[in-house]
């Protein structure tokens, strides 16, 4: 098994989705792959996200509920558990490791060069070993998240000011040269290393960018431009037919790997193998906004998405036409068409879904399971590693 993840990766920045970026060795590579275009992520932030990832479990439950939250609940089964327990060898690379500071699941992740050339002899060198031996490898790819490029090397600085000036197409140039090379220089040849009929392989982004005066970033809301994400799969020998679902969510892609790889779990999550017909009836987002460098506050004051002060502790209940985001500091909620965002008015709605996210949170199996409590090292470690990778000031 391959899981890639694009960290920041945007749906429209792929080359299936238009013309945006222009990137034939990655195309060739992936030509047989599926690919799906209305997967949505569960968060705006990477750590919640890829505690979903690795749980099959929605922030509230697995406890990482924005980039701040230190720990996840205790005692909560990861694919790298699972894989292991079946006498599968493991190996998890980042190029931005320190991002997945204090999560369980990340403890054995290796530092990932980003140099296009030096990185590939790490994983060659990897898949070199042991190469009989069932293998679960998990790829973390930093190099479009801001500042994707910029000379400083700051969000907050060029790639920042340009925002606040409004320049988008220069931003845009430099997020497409740091996308064209990410999928040209180090995911095509990887993918044309493997044996494609050994592996299963599963890329993934776990948000996108917004890149307006509410959220020059992400991480602030639950919009579109950050919850909706691109979706590559090739599983062996079954042609990858085409996944016909309406809409399906990152928390999907768990169970869609316990049944595939046949691990030890009886999972009782929200999710379901994305090729089930059955779905839930309602996917959740959540977001509790970390407030720092990435909102650009002192360059383009933030403008409140919902009521209040600014973005608050934010959830989002969704299926294929309503989305309903929700407010928990403001007490103010908006509903919407799931896909085009456009606004509804219907009247109970709002007690309707407060309903529904009451019943959701009661039927978890692990919600009621006490937080880990965080000691203040450790807090203080991930908010300097938070520090200087850009999230605060």
Known sequence: MLLISID???????????????????????????FYDRLFSVSSATRPVHSTLFTGLYPFEHGVLGQRSPLMR????????????????????????????????????????????????????????????????????????????????????EMGQLLANGQLSQVHGYYTRAVETLFEEKLAPLLSHLPLDQWAIIIVSDHGESWTNEEPYHGQTLRNSVLRV???????????????????????????????????????????????????????????PTLGNDDLAEASPSVPVIGGNGPGRQWSLFDSLQKFTFDEDSKKGKLERTMSEEPLVVEGAREDYLQLWRKMRSRSSVS??????????????????????????
Do not use: C
Request: charged letters at 20%; aromatic letters at 14%; proline letters at 8%.
């Open 8 to 34: 920041s990766l945007r749906l429209d920045f792929v080359s299936r989705m238009g013309g945006r970026v222009s990137t034939p060795r990655f195309d060739a590579a992936t030509r047989n792959f599926g």
């Open 74 to 157: 205790p005692r909560i089964p990861h694919l790298f558990d699972l894989f292991q327990s079946q006498g599968g060898r493991i190996g998890g690379f980042s190029e931005a490791r320190d991002i997945f500071s204090g999560l369980t699941f990340a403890d054995g992740f290796e530092p990932l060069n980003p140099t296009p050339a030096t990185g590939l002899r790490q994983l060659y060198s990897f898949l070199r070993e042991q190469p009989q031996q069932q293998n679960f490898l998990f790829l973390h790819y930093w190099s479009v998240h801001t500042p994707y490029g910029a000379s400083d090397g700051q969000a907050f600085g």
């Open 230 to 288: 691109p979706l590559f799969y090739h599983i062996p020998l079954t042609g990858n037919p085409l996944l016909t679902a309406p809409l399906l969510s990152i928390i999907d892609l768990f169970p869609t790997l316990v049944s595939l790889f046949d691990l030890p779990l009886d999972y009782k999550g929200f999710g379901m193998d994305i090729r089930s017909e059955k779905k839930p009836e309602q996917y959740l987002a959540q977001i509790h």
């Open 368 to 393: 009621k399971m006490p937080f880990a409590k965080a000691s203040r090292s450790q807090e203080d470690l991930l908010d300097k590693r938070l520090r200087d990778l850009g999230y605060l000031d």
